[in-house]
T-cell receptor, first 112, second 116 residues
Framework: KQEVTQIPAALSVPEGENLVLNCSFT??????LQWFRQDPGKGLTSLLL?????REQTSGRLNASLDKSSGRSTLYIAASQPGDSATYLC???????????FGTGTRLQVFP | ETGVTQTPRHLVMGMTNKKSLKCEQH?????MYWYKQSAKKPLELMFV???????ENNSVPSRFSPECPNSSHLFLHLHTLQPEDSALYLC???????????????FGSGTQLSVL
């Protein structure tokens, strides 16, 4: 059974820092992995989607990498800003199911 | 707004009430989803509809009843809920069918449900 873990559960950093959020999954047989952002009391916004054949995806200050063999993905945020404060969730889609399996998220706070 | 609208934003109901959650997507997508998000738990998929046909029912109790009258609208009818059903209920849509390699979900802002 696929399980997705995100560490740390919460992170607080000063503005301007480069930071890395971690996501690990137990079964490497996945179609893709997605990173989402969720603001308090709101829905999820898809940030990056990495197909199983890809190693990384970039969007602006965000870079996500995927290492299927080790069951890991990282989301790198460059030059963090207070507006980046949110919960970041990763989700994988296994080969044997159509549904996404989500982690519990990392709650990020960037203070001025 | 993201193109997926959910109403109401907040709902408080007693265990004997009947209420409905509504979701509308303005993106021309073909698939719609209900997710449940409880505190400190991963998102749980509840129901999936593709082209108005239910394709996934993730062993959800019968006190939750979905309805998809057309590809733009999705409802979740609630009846005789329990306090542990209190959660954020999120609706999502996707252009591609469930399971497509490029499946990308667009979420609404959710309905925060409290069952007393």
């Amino acid at each position: 059974k696929q399980e997705v873990t995100q560490i740390p559960a919460a992170l607080s950093v000063p503005e301007g820092e480069n930071l890395v959020l971690n996501c690990s999954f137990t079964d490497s047989a996945i179609y893709n992995l997605q990173w989402f952002r969720q603001d308090p009391g709101k829905g999820l916004t898809s940030l990056l989607l990495i197909q199983s054949s890809q190693r990384e995806q970039t969007s602006g200050r965000l870079n996500a990498s995927l290492d299927k063999s080790s069951g890991r993905s990282t989301l790198y945020i460059a030059a963090s800003q207070p507006g980046d404060s949110a919960t970041y969730l990763c989700a994988v889609r296994p080969w044997d199911t159509d549904k996404l399996i989500f982690g519990t998220g990392t709650r990020l706070q960037v203070f001025p | 707004e993201t193109g997926v609208t959910q109403t109401p934003r907040h709902l408080v109901m007693g265990m004997t009430n009947k209420k409905s959650l509504k979701c509308e997507q303005h993106l021309g997508h073909n698939a719609m989803y209900w997710y449940k998000q409880s505190a400190k738990k991963p998102l749980e998929l509840m129901f999936v509809y593709s082209l108005e046909e239910r394709v996934e029912n993730n062993s959800v109790p019968s006190r939750f009843s979905p309805e998809c009258p057309n590809s733009s609208h999705l409802f979740l009818h609630l009846h005789t809920l329990q306090p542990e059903d209190s959660a954020l209920y999120l609706c999502a849509s996707s252009q591609d069918p469930p399971g497509a390699l490029s499946e990308k979900l667009f979420f609404g802002s959710g309905t925060q449900l409290s069952v007393l």
